[in-house]
């Protein structure tokens, strides 16, 4: 049987089983995980600075066919004043 000794030791044993555990996980979390996530964090900035811009150019597209059309119309009503004269 197990006297009180040895439940200390084993006590002991388990707390520096856990605590080793947890040093080496961070030790992981640290030197290869943590430089991945940053990664994968750029990577998305970078997707977002061009979303950004492709939605600028989609406006800019849009604000430009207003403006074709009325160019378009202006040129129309100019050609019939020309020709009313």
């Known amino acids: 049987m197990l006297d009180a000794n040895d439940i200390q030791i084993i006590t002991e044993l388990l707390r520096k089983n856990r605590d080793d555990t947890r040093n080496d996980?961070?030790?992981i979390i640290e030197s290869e995980i943590n430089p991945k996530l940053q990664l994968l964090a750029e990577g998305h900035e970078a997707l977002l600075e061009k979303l950004n811009r492709m939605e600028k150019q989609d406006d800019l597209m849009g604000r430009?066919?207003?403006l074709e059309e009325a160019v378009?119309?202006?040129n129309k009503e100019l050609n019939a004043i020309?020709?009313?004269q």
Do not use: E, P
């Open 25 to 27: 996980m961070r030790a």
């Open 64 to 66: 430009i066919v207003i």
């Open 72 to 74: 378009k119309k202006l």
């Open 82 to 84: 020309k020709k009313a």
